[in-house]
């Protein structure tokens, strides 16, 4: 017995930890809100309003139910003949009878006798067009909605006036009954929208380009185009009794369904370095500079000041003293600790005075005894050379 009772306990715990799962959702009734009658000629028809909508007789050899009684579920139709006569029906009262009569031809071969009597009524004619399309489309059925997005080039370009980073087209195509259709930009730069390419908008598809403000990007960027498409997939339900005591109806059931496609895209700041663009001087850091500065950063200079900027024989920046000793030519000229000769080299102190400064000249002194001894030498000598000369002279002579 306490066998028996552990088992029943196991057995009930089971059941309540499984029954969330189990559980199905139950179709509610179809319950007639209001019943009409369409009438042509000698001939009426009913007309069912209900919770779900109008309502079509699927059993025309069964006697209608009146306004206030509830049918049960019996089945679903996601495809066939009767989802498309249902789907191109509308709700005036012609275009009702119109889908009715053209149900009964369809699953029934069924024509009342009044209107196969007055063959020539258009509702009658449209009716039998309609039945013979359905049978055409046995494999009729909705789609799903879905959404792709199709881009040659991810990237953004600078547009020509600068103003904007701009996508290329981005084609938009969705499939679906109803689809309805709506963008989205995540995580773009402020001012950031989406402009109609109208000029190229094909079936089911839209054209569109994403524009972004250039100066919002200052580095590489990345943002998300989302596409989310709606619509609505829609099948047959019908309705009767087990017992069959009324009339079978069935009705056109639309579901919301979405679908959403994200595709990313950047952008690379087009960074101008060293470069005179649109009346503006760009560094080599790519910011917008003076034109000094420019010319300081990207030009090569040598032996040259720009502005307040000395630039040495390589080029390089250099001090103003070292600027004098490498591009200005210095003869028997000090600059700085240095020294320059007569022909513009750099020499010692030394040679610096012996080349470029003037020499002392020692005047001797006339009362010295040995200057004396000197002069007299040399007139001596100037007075023997005069003699020896005056005697070849008059030696030849004779």
Not at 241 to 265: A, N
Request: glycine residues 6%; hydrophobic residues 30%.
């Amino acid at each position: 017995m306490k066998e028996l009772i552990k088992k029943s306990i196991a057995l009930f715990l089971f059941t309540i930890i499984l029954y969330p799962i189990l559980i199905v959702h139950a179709q509610t009734d179809l319950k007639i809100e209001k019943k009409t009658y369409i009438t042509t000629g000698s001939r009426s028809e009913a007309k069912y309003k209900t919770n779900k909508g109008f309502a079509y007789c699927i059993t025309p050899d069964r006697i209608g139910a009146s306004e206030g009684t509830s049918l049960k579920y019996m089945s679903k139709e996601t495809s066939g003949g009767n989802l498309y006569i249902l789907d191109k029906s509308s709700t005036s009262d012609q275009e009702y009878l119109k889908t009715q009569l053209a149900l009964w031809i369809f699953n029934n071969n069924y024509m009342p006798s009044f209107y196969g009597n007055n063959p020539n009524l258009e509702v009658v004619q449209k009716a039998k067009a309609l039945a013979a399309e359905a049978k055409k489309h046995t494999n009729y059925q909705t789609s799903e909605p879905s959404v792709t997005i199709n881009t040659n080039e991810e990237k953004l370009t600078l547009t020509s006036d600068e103003k904007y980073y701009q996508s290329s087209v981005i084609s938009i195509r969705t499939t679906g009954s109803n689809s309805k259709l709506q963008l989205e930009l995540v995580d773009a730069p402020e001012g950031s929208f989406i402009e109609d390419d109208s000029l190229k908008i094909n079936n089911n598809a839209v054209n569109k380009i994403i524009m972004v403000p250039s100066d919002k990007i200052k580095q590489t960027t990345s943002f998300k185009l989302k596409a989310i498409v709606s619509g609505t997939i829609n099948s047959v339900e019908r309705y009767g009794t087990k017992t069959g005591e009324w009339q079978d109806l069935i009705v056109l059931i639309s579901d919301s369904k979405t679908s959403s496609q994200i595709k990313t895209f950047t952008i690379s700041p087009v960074i101008r370095t060293c470069e005179f663009h649109n009346n503006n001087y760009y560094d080599k850091d790519g910011n917008i500079t003076t034109e000094e500065e420019y010319e300081i950063q990207c030009k090569t200079h040598t032996c040259e000041k720009v502005g307040n900027t000395y630039f040495g024989k390589t080029g390089e920046i250099i001090k103003e003293e070292t600027y004098n000793l490498e591009c200005i030519s210095h003869t028997c000229e000090k600059v700085g600790n240095k020294y320059f000769g007569q022909n513009g080299n750099e020499v010692n102190e030394e040679e610096y005075k012996a080349q470029c400064q003037p020499q002392e000249v020692v005047v001797p002194d006339t009362n010295s005894p040995a200057i004396n001894d000197l002069y007299s030498i040399l007139l001596g000598s100037v007075l023997v050379g005069s003699m020896i000369g005056t005697i070849s002279y008059q030696k030849e002579k004779k």
